[in-house]
C-alpha cells in the first residue's frame, strides 16, 4: 500500500521513496486528484508550471557540459539568460523564428526594436555582414569586446532582424561563456540586454527568471555589470556613436564631431531604436 507521507512534488510521475515506501510525484497537475488517489496529501507550496533551470559555470573556463546544457536549450527553440561582457544578456538560436517571437515576448520589446546577434569571432561576422577593409580594421582592433557595431546586413540575415535601413547590429563579446555557447552551437545567437526600459540592469542571475517569464535556462556566470555595450554605426562615415556604453567612444568622436552636426535626426531615430 502507499505510504500515508506522500509528498507532491512534481508533473505526475510517481517514485518510491528511499524508505518505508514513500512516494513523490515530481509535478501534479491536480491536487484534488492526487488526495482522491492516493489518500491524505501533505501539499507542499504551490510550484511554477515551468521552472528556469539556473546553471552556475565558471565565468573563465566554462565547463563543456554546462555549455552543453545551453546549447541544447538554444537548440530546442528555448530564450536562455548568459553572461556577457557588459550586462547580461537573453536569446535564442538565430535560425528558430519562434523562438525570436518569444523573445520580443518575454523581453516586451517593440517590434520596431532591432535585436542584435552574437559572433564567436570576427571570421563568422562575414556571412552576415558586409565588411569592406576598413570596416574589418575597425571590428578587429574593438572585438571582443564591449561594442555592438551596426552593419548593412546579407541576404544570409533573417528579415527579422534586420532594420528598414536592410541593418543588423553584431556583437563579438569579451566573455567566454557565451561566446563557447555561440561556438558549440554553431550559428549565432540572437541577443538583447536583460534589461527592462526604464530600469537597471540585473547583476544577479538569479533575478533574471523572476523579471522574464518563460526562461528555459540562465547561465551564471557571476555578478553581471551595469552599462550595456557601446553601439557604433559603420554604415555611415565617419562612424557615428548611437549609444555611448561600456565600451570607450573617444575614438569614434574625435573622429567625427563635426560631421554629427547635419545628422541629429538620425541620430534621434538610432537611438531610439538602439535604446
Not at 3 to 10: E, M
Not at 188 to 217: C, M, Y
Not at 248 to 265: I, N, Y
Amino acid at each position: 500500500m502507499w505510504s500515508r507521507s506522500a509528498v507532491v512534488r512534481g508533473n505526475g510521475r510517481v517514485t518510491s521513496g528511499a524508505t518505508g515506501g514513500a512516494i513523490h510525484v515530481v509535478r501534479s497537475r491536480s491536487w484534488s486528484r492526487a488526495s482522491a488517489r492516493f489518500g491524505t496529501v501533505r501539499a507542499l507550496p504551490p510550484l511554477r508550471t515551468r521552472e528556469t533551470m539556473l546553471v552556475q559555470v565558471n565565468p573563465l573556463h566554462p565547463e563543456p557540459r554546462k555549455i552543453q546544457r545551453a546549447v541544447d536549450a538554444l537548440a530546442a527553440g528555448e530564450v536562455i539568460g548568459y553572461p556577457t561582457d557588459t550586462v547580461y544578456g537573453l536569446g535564442c538560436d538565430i535560425s528558430n523564428k519562434k523562438a525570436a517571437d518569444r523573445l520580443y515576448q518575454i523581453k516586451g520589446m517593440d517590434r520596431a526594436q532591432p535585436l542584435a546577434f552574437i559572433c564567436p569571432d570576427l571570421s563568422e561576422i562575414a556571412k552576415y555582414a558586409i565588411v569592406d577593409n576598413q570596416t574589418y580594421r575597425i571590428l578587429k582592433r574593438f572585438l571582443p569586446g564591449p561594442y555592438c557595431f551596426i552593419l548593412e546586413a546579407t541576404r544570409e540575415v533573417p528579415r527579422l532582424l534586420q532594420t528598414k535601413r536592410k541593418t543588423i547590429g553584431i556583437r563579438v563579446p569579451n566573455h567566454e561563456v557565451i561566446r563557447n555557447v555561440v561556438r558549440s552551437l554553431g550559428r549565432p545567437v540572437i541577443s538583447t540586454t536583460a534589461q527592462r526600459a526604464g530600469a537597471d540592469p540585473h547583476v544577479d542571475a538569479r533575478e533574471l527568471d523572476d523579471d522574464f517569464s518563460g526562461l528555459g535556462l540562465v547561465l551564471d556566470g557571476g555578478a553581471g555589470g551595469l552599462v550595456p555595450a557601446t553601439v557604433v554605426d559603420l554604415t555611415v562615415q565617419p562612424p557615428m556613436v548611437v549609444r555611448e556604453g561600456a565600451g570607450s567612444v573617444e575614438e569614434f568622436v574625435d573622429e567625427a564631431p563635426r560631421s554629427l552636426r547635419g545628422m541629429q535626426t538620425d541620430m534621434r531615430r538610432l537611438k531610439e531604436e538602439w535604446s
